[in-house]
């Protein structure tokens, strides 16, 4: 057992996920969009602007999975769909005009909602535009996120057409009385065709999201869960923690408090999941909620030092500008995080008036740029090269960081850290608490309330 219970349960406490530094909680309105027009102009004159990632938002659902956190919208009305698809495509190119002619897309990823709601002629016709827009490297990584539900195998031909190579599908969870209690029936059979399509397809890398801490999970069904899980043999594996926070996401109040496992039964879930995925599954864990198969890249980029962490978790991409379409999408800029507006109204408006349209955003400052760096750097590689810090930064380590040092300390003795004088390790078991090790070197961490602005950190 590479985990302990006991550890989890001294360590399990809210804590950000970490997809960016300072964490979206600090990010603040107020940034004006000609900031950020000048902020992208500026990036793309510089003499050799890194490559590019890009990002659309896609928050359209047909039915309301009653456990979900994400920034969705559920609707049926197709001309909705169709209007958010015009101004995303006035928001593109807005920015496009901005970007320098050879700058090369590395990555693209579409999340939500559910970007596969779209019909198999508009995710072609999203993919056609964003091609005229930007410079794809031959080699770029394109992921898609689908639902199983109501996914035919146009579109997945057409997201195969359109250049996706990677695809994640929400599975959550396979046990029939779970599916009904987060009002989300998705019969095995059903994931089981659309992967077995979606190989035939071609697609290089199939992903599945798993959740734990659901209503009425229990161990011998979840066991079930992740032995077929492991029959269906995903490349990837995100397994989340289930994140209850009804008084922010008010529909998670249909899901009644007593239906959902104590937290010793919730640990249990996660550490049996572990165990049968690392064993029987011949996953490898590779840090925080997501696992892969030993030949997958990811497992490769956490044996070379080259994983990264974007707002899609774990990726073997890094080094470039995010740029974020669509409401509520993230940019990473060289200088800031700059969040979009989060409803329709504010998007259209704001793109009616010709303005990008920013809703929060974040000026990175020195302090941050190293704390980011040390972060991420433990995040990804499990490792900080205290004498590289120091020599990038101009900082004494040791004395910048002896709050952060003492608080490594008990985590040493329990085996999560090893620190010598030129670089802390993270240990394998100090993997499954990545995020506790990460925020001793958060300077924006508040006192923990009963209402946590995070999820739970295992
Ligand atoms: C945008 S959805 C994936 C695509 C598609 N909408 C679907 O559900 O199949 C992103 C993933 O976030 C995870 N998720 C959503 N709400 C969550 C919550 N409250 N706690 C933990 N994970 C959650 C689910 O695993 C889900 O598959
Ligand atoms: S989990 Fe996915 S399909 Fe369900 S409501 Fe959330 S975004 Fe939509």
Known sequence: ?????????????????????PPAPHFRPGMAPETVAAMIRADNERPDPEPLSLYVHLPFCRTLCYYCGCHMIVTHRPEKIARYLDYLEREIALVSRWVAPDRPVVQLHWGGGTPTYLAPEQILALMDLLRRHFRFAPDAEIGIEADPRGLTRAHLEAARTAGFNRISFGVQDLDPTVQQAINRVQPYEQVARITRWARELGFESISYDLIYGLPHQHLTQFERTIR????????????????????????????????????????????RAVELLTTEGGYRYIGMDHFARPE????????????????????????????????SA????????????????????????????????????DEDRLRRHVIMALMCHFRLDVPEVER?????????????????????????????PDV???????RFFIRNVAMAFDAYLQATTDRPMYSQTV
């Open 1 to 21: 057992m590479l985990v302990s219970p006991a550890l989890v349960e001294k360590y399990n406490r809210p804590g950000p996920r970490y997809t960016s530094y």
């Open 228 to 271: 077929q899980v492991i029959d269906l043999g995903p490349d990837r594996i995100s397994l989340f923690s289930y994140a209850h926070v009804p008084w922010k996401k008010k529909h998670q109040r249909l899901i009644r408090e007593e239906w959902l496992p104590r937290p010793a039964e919730k640990l249990q879930l996660f550490l």
């Open 296 to 327: 997958d890249p990811l497992s490769r980029a956490l044996d070379e030092g080259t994983l990264q962490r974007n707002f899609q978790g774990y990726s073997t991409h890094g080094g470039t500008e995010l740029y974020a379409f669509g409401i």
């Open 330 to 365: 993230i940019s990473q800029l060289r200088d800031a995080y700059v969040q979009n507006v989060l409803t329709l109204p504010e998007y259209y408006a704001a793109l009616d008036r010709g303005h990008l349209p920013v809703g929060k955003g974040y000026v990175l400052t």
């Open 392 to 420: 990038r930064f101009g900082i004494d380590f040791h004395a910048h960081f002896a709050d952060a040092l003492a608080q490594l300390e008990e985590m040493e003795a329990d085996g999560l850290v090893v620190r010598r």
């Open 424 to 430: 802390i390790e993270v240990t394998e078991s100090g």
